[in-house]
Structures are given as structure tokens and as C-alpha cells.
């Protein structure tokens, strides 16, 4: 079968391995349709890993948004059958170690996540034909676009950003940052009962997709500081703030307009020197920080939302390549032009 192989950095290519084949009663395979470019994998593309921590030590077949039709199961599979279409949760906890046993399954010591290349072997992914999962990273859908179900995995790290930012029913939220996860969690946060959702980039393009996903109210804040001075008096103007830039800035930003004993989502991940440099908004008005990470118990809900079309994740669809270009789709997928790129198996 066809699959698309980093081998190093910048040397990704689309070429023929060994097709997969179940080797566990609770495993399913699947014929990938569509898959989604994530952040990470734009970095295992331009860098070779993510940071030192993780590197890429043999070929290995990135991607962990998508979705596809199941071509057979296991012998002790339920639930799932040959014909359903099915979206993927990356994350497979081995239910066994400390974490696991106490339900933050996020937390895994022994996690394996779809195209990754923190344990060696690698955890293969799904940019290829045909992907094995286990049972429990797959969820039945009906009646999805292929390119709707690639949504789910980023949509569930949404989710979970405004599941850690605690009860929003009826509250001012604010998003900072209008990519592809800023959206999703703007779009996540008036799907859960937010009143208004406002969302600040420095981009133009980017937060009228966010107005499109579902934003109250937009704000370019290099263009207009003198609104972001203004949400910052009176010791802050929002309730609830969820940070999606990952970048330190940005975060300090948003401390200032974020109330007293507000809390503060922590989604975006900060890059060797892009972390926040001035906590004393944080300090001095009980903020309550919470960190992101992955997701588990939201993949369910945002399937749910996906498919009763409570959240529609298209406006930010920018292109889609056949998975034979896929060097041309990780090119598109680096611009700044663009906001999410899938590849698509025809």
C-alpha cells in the first residue's frame, strides 16, 4: 500500500510500505479517506522532531487527524463492523499504570499516539491507505463528510480546552489567538452555553474564520491596542479566558483582561523562549490556570457536535491534496496564507 513516509527532515515521500494487518482481537482496520496536517506534524516536516525531546530515529508515517471506512475487525470487536465509517481518537492508554487506573488516561506512562515519534519503534500514522487501531480509538459516524470527521481530533483538544475552563454557561469568553485550534475552541465555547465569545489575533483573515465559526466579536489587537487597553480597565472585561497562541505575549495579554478569580484555559503549548515573562496579573488576581493536554472523555461530545452540526469546521478548511502531493500539501499547510490543510485517499 501507499503511505506518506518522513524519513528526516524535509524528506517526506509518498511510497509503498507493508500493508497493516490486525494482530489484536480488538483491532480494527481502516481505510483512511481523509487526514487532517497538524502543527506537529508541520514540525516532525521542517525540523525533525518536536523540540530535543522528540526526534525522528526511523521512517515513520506522521498524521493523527482522520477519519475512514472500516475494512475488517477483530474477533472480539463490538460495536464497530465492516462499512462504518469511523473518525479516531490518536490516543491509546494502556489502562494499566497509575494514571490510567485513576481515569486521566491523558496522562498515560505508556501512551502510544498515532504518528509519533516519542517511543521507539515509532507509532505509525494515518497518512497512509490503510491504518490498525484499537477498538477504543474509534467512533462510529453517520452521514459525515470525510473531510468533517479529519476535524474531530483537533476539535476534541477544543473541547477540552473549554471543559478546563470550567462552568461558561452564560459567561464572557474570551479566545486568544484566530488558528485552527483558536477557532475550534470559539466555536466549542458557544456550542457548550458561553453568552459571548470574543476572539483577538493579529491577523485579519484568520478572525473572519473565526466570526464564521461562530465568534460574537473579533479584534485585531496590532491594529486596534486601544481596544485591548480598553478590556484591560476596570481590572479586566472577560470571565473566562482560553489561550491559543502559545505564545508568551499574548498570554500576558489576556491575564490583563481577564477578571479577578477568572479562569485561564491554557491550550496553545509555548515554544523555548516564547513563554509568558510578566505573572503579575496572574498574582495578584487569583487567576486560576489550568494546562491542556490532549483530550479523552471530550471525544465523544465533540463527535456529537460534529454530527448534529453544532459545530461546523469547513470555514477553516483551506485546501485539500490528493495524499501523492503530499510534499505540495505540507507546503500549503507551512503557509501563513493558509489554515488547515488535509490530504484526502480517493
Known sequence: MKACVLHKKGDIRYEDIPAPEIKDPHEVK???LAAGICGSDQHYYTEGGIGTAIVVREPIVIGHEGCGIVE???????GIKAGDMVVMRPARPCFHCYYCEHHMYTYCENMQ??????????????FAEEIVV??????????MKP???AFAEPLGIAYNGVHKAGDIMGKNLLVMGAGPIGCLCAAAAKACG???VTVVDIRSKPLDIALEMGADCVCNSKENPEQIEKWCEHKGAFDTVIEATGNGFAAVQAMKMLRPEGVFSQVGMYGLGHEPKDLGA??????????????YDEFGPCVNALERGLVNPLPLLSASFPASEINEAMQAALSPETAKVQIRFD
Open 30 to 32: 481502516v481505510k483512511m
Open 72 to 78: 475488517e475487525v477483530g474477533s472480539a470487536v463490538t
Open 113 to 126: 499516539h498515532l504518528g509519533s515519534a516519542a517511543l521507539f519503534p515509532h507509532t505509525q500514522g494515518l
Open 134 to 143: 484499537h477498538e477504543v480509538q474509534c467512533r462510529v459516524v453517520k452521514n
Open 147 to 149: 473531510e468533517v470527521g
Open 194 to 196: 458561553a453568552d459571548r
Open 282 to 295: 496572574f498574582t495578584t488576581k487569583g487567576i486560576k490556570w489550568n494546562s491542556v493536554f490532549r483530550f
